[in-house]
């Protein structure tokens, strides 16, 4: 049986890769969400158009306070401070159309061994939901073209997978490369673009991905009405 350490690492690894893969850039693991990384939009000007709720740019802290906390998670769940990143790494290297303004991260662990199980979540929000619509388009036309790689020594196989209809536009991945997997699942709702991610070396629920996913779109959306 793996040792938990060797699991977990090799498990975070994988689910890391597969969330900033998505759409390049780096974001924060800490729990507090005050201190993630970002860099902060200016707000629209106020002689444009009242955008729907979801459209609202939020700045850096209403954006990391909408980022799913540890206490959203189901029972079993430790935030994981490893703080590894991938840089700006894409599936397969595909070109961005543009930069996420603001960039969040907060990644999961729990058990150990073959049981090991790790999660991250995300938000990116770019400058309008032009640009983010633009950027999602990219990505599902990357995963349509992107079938596998080698990334960091590890064989990476990607498998579209269905998903929720949540947000204004959702799609899935299934990853998968070193005896694990992770599922990872897109959502475009306004200028933001949300991911959950989920991986283990067994067993990898895709109704955990999609309640979570939903959970996090709400949490986003609530903070946009406010």
Not at 94 to 112: D, E, T
Request: glycine residues 10%.
């Amino acid at each position: 049986m793996l040792h938990r350490k060797t699991a977990v690492a090799a498990l975070g690894a994988l689910l890391m890769a597969a969330t900033l893969t998505a759409c390049g850039g780096s974001g924060s693991a800490s729990a507090d969400p005050g201190t993630a990384t970002a860099t902060e939009v200016p707000a629209p000007s106020s002689s444009a158009p009242t955008p729907t709720p979801q459209a609202q740019l939020l700045s850096k802290k209403k954006l990391a306070a909408a980022l799913l906390p540890l206490s959203a998670m189901p029972a079993g769940w430790s935030v994981d401070t490893s703080g590894s990143d991938s840089g700006d790494k894409t599936f397969c290297d595909y070109k961005q159309p543009h930069a996420a303004k603001i960039k969040l991260s907060r990644s999961f662990q729990k058990g150990g061994g073959l049981s090991a199980s790790v999660a991250s979540v995300g938000l990116r929000q770019y400058a309008s939901a032009k640009d983010a619509g633009e950027a999602f388009d990219a990505l599902e036309h990357a995963l349509q073209t992107c079938h596998n790689e080698t990334y960091q020594g590890s064989r990476l196989t990607y498998t579209a997978m269905s998903v929720d209809k949540v947000g204004d536009r959702a799609l899935g991945v299934r990853i998968e490369g070193g005896g694990a997997t992770v599922l990872q699942q897109f959502t475009l709702d306004g200028p933001v673009l949300a991911n959950v991610g989920t991986g283990g070396m067994a067993n990898v629920d895709a109704n955990e991905t999609a309640q979570l996913l939903r959970k996090q779109v709400d949490r986003y959306e609530a903070a946009a009405r406010g």
